[in-house]
């Protein structure tokens, strides 16, 4: 069950008082007014996954609806709400990104979600001279809305009817991980389109009338476009759906029914390892500092929209809610519980005094990033940042990289504090 | 798709700078003497990098000043060899190397986007004179062997107008060398400098341990089962694997075994003995043998074994004998003494 209450001015960051002040109304809570053991700590990470993939639905639902209108009706207005709903609906989905590291059925799923850097040349039309897809990949420029048959690899296929299903099995089709049918990335490049800007300003700048009907069609196969648009929405929700599922209390067969008869140790290994895998190797590494040091716009998480500030700053958010317990739902509630950080707090409370501060000051350094994105005066989105000889976007981003880098040794910490050695699932099987 | 060559490595992070002032107490620590060895082993490998590298960036210069096609192979030996010198050392992923992020400068890879093609073709077509400061504010793509690879290997540029020896392009070889020779010489003096806060550190006995348990993995997962198609859905692609443009994927890969056998398993040996683990380290030893007996034969271009089912057979079973040999090492050595693994740039997708 989740806490679910409305006090606006609540700080996210102040756990123990949110944990104290809203005992005794539902049963997570009266758990709260106990000392937090393991056990509840890891049924509360079952909370914060369901609240949130439950968000992620919504805000798809939301999405669907509004791909759905301007597709009824193409017009600028229903383009930019069809925008507006992608950019909301990505906003719980990266909380969600810290479960799935660790939980391997979040892991096997997400690709069919989230999966980039993808070559968008499988789906529609690009602008060849300025689109460098992954080397060897048969299926880069199959350009599926263009025709009834595509060849990938010398294998042909019937993508006649678009339904989800079918966008579903042409997902990474060849054996190409570039080669992303599904999800997020590709709704995105369907709103937006390819953005040619580069380093510059500016984001991709799909006409509305690539949805338009008749003569007014620009680019050709405007009706397969628009099926494609409606199948992969549909697909969307539909696959959300199942991982809600996943996560719901009271059923006995889902995913959140093995986790909480699993050893609790088990469960608090998971929710470590996922905030210290998506702190470093993915977050800083793979999709920042890859990108930075490389100047490699190729490398940015959302390239067509320029929404990469958000996709960055809600996966650290997502780290922060699982170690505090507290996750912000969309409509503005709060779900509490208990926390690592209770449960840190009574072995080591200097420990998670710190980490703490860490996780804030990742926030604060992701905010920034966001902030400077998003500015009214001199906007300066990630692929700006990471321009060569841009000195103050590269500060920008290193100081976020370094943030979690520090954040990442505290959490190791927590974990030896908690009684666990190996934080790799790998080495479960080991006596260390 | 992961980088795995991402030098975000924690221990070594959190260690603050590598250069920080020597522990002195613990300089006769019982583990010092295993890291006096490490660090004199893995200095040779950084003298033999700094050496062939800067008989590549030579070897550039004189090629340009008068090409011939003799002097184009000649040429394309010394990049393999210099580029072999860094195979051997590649696993050491602490220390100065983590500096100004050098281990990504030397490599940068994966590069399924093919970004150095991009970079380099914006780098020729360009017109601002190419100089030492443009290579070190072009980013990492641009500043190692793979770039040089790209210049003298890539078909489709050996093709073109811009083929080597066109004056631009060679102009942009020469300074891409010297990069790397100025940058194995600065590591070489670092590493140098790095002696006493690594001898007298105890931590940096884990680290060192650590360093070679996942340049192992990175060998038997990136570079051989991911281009294998042994991974997930994937195909078998040549193009997964690390210098395909040279077809010298395999070579690498025995260099770099051979690095590790060189520069770090003496010591390593050393200790396991003294820790009463003899005949794990002598199990080992021998499983590095088996590795390195595929080779010479396996010195061959990996996209037609990649092809042929049959030839195919000969990589399955360099493949088995190196992951034998990372469960000997990341799993039973490892767990015997007490190695453990944290974060990792490994983490993640």
């Not at chain 1, 993508?159 to 590709?186: K, R």
């Not at chain 1, 902030?371 to 001199?378: D, T, V």
């Not at chain 2, 631009?168 to 060398?177: G, M, W, Y």
């Amino acid at each position: 069950m989740k806490t679910m209450f409305r006090p606006a001015l609540l700080a996210l960051t102040i756990a123990a008082a949110i944990s104290a002040g809203c005992a005794n109304t539902t049963p997570s809570d009266s758990a709260a007014s106990e000392p937090a053991t393991k056990a509840s700590v890891v049924e509360h990470y079952a909370n914060l996954a369901h609240a949130g993939y439950e968000d992620a639905l919504i805000t798809a639902k939301a999405l669907n609806e509004a791909t759905d209108q301007l597709l009824a009706n193409p017009s600028d207005a229903n383009m930019q709400a069809a925008k507006e709903a992608w950019l909301a609906a990505r906003v719980p989905y990266q909380q969600t990104e810290v479960f799935r590291f660790g939980n391997a059925i979040v892991d096997d799923w997400e690709g069919q979600l989230n999966a980039w850097p993808l070559d968008e040349g499988l789906i529609d039309y690009v602008q060849a001279d300025d689109y460098q897809y992954e080397l060897g990949n048969a299926g880069a420029t199959a350009n599926i809305i263009e025709s009834n048959n595509i060849n990938v690899g010398g294998e042909t296929l019937d993508v006649t009817n678009l339904t989800p299903e079918l966008l579903a099995n042409l997902n990474e089709v060849g054996g190409s991980e570039a080669n992303v049918a599904t999800g997020y990335h590709a709704i995105e490049f369907l709103l937006w389109g390819q953005d040619l800007h580069g380093f510059e300003q500016g984001s991709g700048e799909r006409p509305i009338t690539d949805y338009a009907t008749g003569t007014d069609c620009t680019n050709g196969n405007c009706d397969r476009r628009a099926d494609y648009l409606d199948a992969v929405t549909d697909l969307l929700v539909s696959d959300l759906e199942w991982m809600v599922a996943q996560w719901a209390p009271g059923a006995s067969d889902n995913y959140r029914s093995q986790l909480m008869n699993a050893n609790a140790n088990e469960g608090v290994q998971k929710m470590l390892f996922g905030m210290g895998s998506l702190s470093l190797g993915e977050l800083a590494g793979e999709r920042m500092k890859v990108a930075l040091e490389a100047n490699s716009y190729e490398d940015e998480h959302d390239c067509f929209s320029d929404n990469t500030h958000n996709s960055h700053y809600y996966n650290g958010q997502g780290i922060q809610n699982v170690y505090t317990g507290d996750y912000r739902r969309v409509d503005g509630s709060l779900v509490s519980g208990p926390s690592l950080s209770d449960l840190v707090e009574q072995n080591n409370p200097e420990l998670n005094a710190r980490l703490n501060a860490q996780l804030d000051a990742s926030m604060k350094a992701l905010g920034m990033m966001k902030a400077k994105a998003e500015s009214s005066q001199n906007p300066m989105p990630f692929d700006m940042m990471i321009a060569p000889g841009n000195a103050k976007g590269a500060s920008v981003v290193n100081r976020a990289i370094m943030a979690l880098v520090e954040q990442t040794g505290s959490i190791e910490q927590a974990a030896r504090q908690l009684g666990l050695e190996a934080l790799s699932p790998d080495d479960a099987g080991h006596s260390f | 798709m992961k980088r795995l060559t991402l030098t975000l490595c924690l221990a070594s992070s959190l260690a603050a700078s590598p250069l920080m002032a020597a522990d002195a107490s613990n300089a006769d620590s019982p583990t010092a003497d295993y890291r006096k060895q490490w660090h004199s082993d893995i200095l040779i490998g950084y003298q033999g990098l700094a050496t062939q590298s800067q008989d590549l960036a030579n070897q550039v210069e004189a090629y340009c000043q008068t090409p011939s096609p003799k002097g184009l192979e000649q040429t394309k030996q010394a990049w393999l060899e210099a580029f072999l010198a860094w195979q051997q050392v590649r696993f050491v992923d602490f220390g100065p190397v983590e500096q100004d992020n050098r281990a990504w400068q030397f490599q940068f890879w994966p590069d399924p986007k093919n970004l150095v093609a991009r970079k380099a073709s914006y780098l020729l077509k360009d017109d601002a004179q190419i100089t030492p400061a443009k290579i070190s504010e072009s980013g990492v793509a641009v500043q190692g062997f793979p770039m040089a690879e790209y210049l003298l290997y890539d078909q489709a540029l050996n093709n073109g107008e811009r083929a080597l020896p066109a004056n631009r392009t060679c102009k942009l070889l020469l300074a891409v060398t010297n990069h790397i020779a100025d940058n194995s010489e600065t590591l070489v003096s670092d590493w140098s400098g790095f002696q006493n806060s690594y001898i007298g550190s105890d931590q940096y006995t884990d680290t060192t341990i650590r360093a070679a348990m996942a340049g192992l993995e990175i060998l038997e997962e990136r570079r051989l089962a991911n281009p294998m198609g042994l991974r997930g859905n994937a195909k078998r692609s040549v193009y997964s694997a690390d210098a395909w443009r040279s077809e010298a994927s395999l070579i690498a890969a025995d260099a770099s075994v051979r690095g590790l056998k060189q520069h770090f398993l003496p010591a390593f040996s050393r200790l396991l003995k003294d820790r009463e683990q003899t005949d794990l380290a002598e199990r080992i030893a021998q499983q590095f043998d088996e590795v390195l007996a595929n080779f010479p034969e396996l010195d061959r271009p990996m996209a037609p074994l990649l092809a042929d089912d049959n030839a195919f057979k000969s990589l399955q079973s360099l493949y088995i004998d190196v992951t034998q040999l990372t469960a000997l090492v990341n799993d039973r050595a490892a767990v015997e003494l007490g190695v453990v693994r944290g974060f990792n740039s490994s983490d993640g997708d």
